[in-house]
């Protein structure tokens, strides 16, 4: 049974309708509904109207009608344009009702499909690792469409196989995978079916341009309802959105990598114009992060720091291997010369798009705390933490390396000069930095490929020697 008077949001046209029709044309109106039962009524007292007429709402589905009643036929007849003016103007206004209705509540669908997306960015931003993102992901959905389980099966940068699930072993994930019904599928649209065992089943493609780049599988067991026509449409939502998302962060992945072998090339090509100095910019590298990891900079920080690491020498590309390999003392033009490297690294880096800390930490390793440093002569705090931090790792691969004209020094006597040129030459933080980092866990690798190892064999020893030497630079400090 459906009235009018469900469908309308706004009643009092059909109100003013009635009143016109009964009080104007004095008809007897009569509103039912779909089967046939009076909702309301208008008549003039005391007028007999034996003629009448029905008149169906032209509105789906059936929501009744008006029955038109007067005297006579006649009369009846002549009213009749006026009742299809009131009847077409009432199925205008439930239309356009109609249409209101449904786009607000696209709208609210949309707004909240908004808000989960928004919520998923604000998790993924600044996450640089694939695999993490794709968890959010599939757990943000997951949670969303109620899924008793799910799992991402895609590529990753090099095209190898990663997997993700939500709540399911690797075993269920294959099994699901195997299931005749998703085998069947293999559909390039975001599909429901239902498993052997009576699970329901949403799947969705990942796309990518070239192609499908894998599958997002949700699962509501068996006893559970079914999913949702409502739930299939928000996933596909979700992922035409996300699709270019994940190729992007694939592609993102692939260039970070490609960056950084880059750079390890080039650190490479300069280490080998110099055979004293081979591995010196890797070496130089791994010290910058062990100062930077006891400085507990953030990751990001930390990524950039390596790389500055290996480009701190890459104007040294620049210079003549018949000077930087030379075995006898320079001339003061020779020296001049290779002071300019810096100057050189700048001009090299200078039209790449590179974050400004790596700039700086690369042009500034030969800076010193007391302004004697170059090629700026820069002092104190205004070297950059990346100048600071390369400097103490640069003069300490420096010391303990062999050069054609003194042997490698032990890490011991490199320390204790670190130590002395604590404030005139090095920052004090970045040398007790590297001290702790010498005292921690990871001690053995940062230690792990150096020339000259240290002179205690014993670790005990080297740890009280290293112990002593903190409270020596702290010392230094307090003067
Ligand atoms: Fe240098």
Known sequence: MASIRDYLFDTAFLDRSIDYLAEALHLAITVVDSEGIPVASRRTEGCDTPASRAYPFRFSPDIGGLVCAAPDQDLLSQAEPHILYCLASLTTQLLR?????????????????????????????????????????????????KADQGFIHTKGRWDEEIRVTHRMTGEEMDAARNSICLRRTAAGSTIICTRE??????????????????????????????FSASEKQLVGIIENIISPTFETLRLYDSLQDLYLNTVKALAAA??????????????????????????????????????????????????????????????????????????????ILQPIKLPVRILEGAIQHHERMDGTGYPCGLAGTNISLFGRIIAVADVFDALTSKRPYRDAMPVEEALRTL?????????????????????????????????????????????????????????????
Do not use: W
């Not at 209101?100 to 931003?125: D, G």
């Not at 329901?200 to 949700?218: A, R, T």
């Not at 190892?453 to 005990?460: A, E, H, V």
């Open 419 to 479: 130590c002395d040129g604590i404030d005139s030459l090095f920052d004090r933080e970045m040398v007790i930095a590297f001290i702790s980092a010498l005292r921690s866990d990871q001690a053995r690798e940062v230690l792990g490929d150096i020339n000259m190892g240290p002179r205690y064999d014993d670790i005990q020893n080297l740890n009280q020697f290293l112990i002593e030497l903190t409270e020596f630079a702290m010392a230094a400090n307090r003067n």
């Open 270 to 347: 300069i280490d080998a114009k110099d055979e004293y100095t081979h591995g010196h910019s890797f070496r130089v590298a791994k010290y910058a992060l062990a100062i930077g990891g006891q400085l507990e900079i953030d990751s990001q920080q930390l990524n950039d720091l390596e790389i500055a690491g290996y480009m701190h020498d890459l104007g040294k590309i620049g210079i003549s291997e018949l000077i930087l390999s030379k075995p006898g003392k320079l001339t003061s033009e020779e020296f001049r010369l290779i002071q300019k490297h810096p100057v050189f690294t700048d001009k």
């Open 97 to 145: 009702e109609t249409e209101l209705r449904e786009t607000t509540e696209e709208m609210l669908q949309l707004s909240s499909q908004l808000n989960f997306l928004f919520k998923v960015a604000k998790k993924i931003i600044g996450i640089d690792d694939l695999k993490k993102c794709y968890q959010i992901i599939l757990d943000e959905i997951s949670q969303t469409i």
């Open 197 to 226: 065992d009576g699970a329901s089943l949403l799947y969705s493609p990942i796309k990518e341009k070239d192609g499908q780049s894998g599958q997002m599988v949700f699962v509501r067991a068996s006893g559970h309802r079914a």
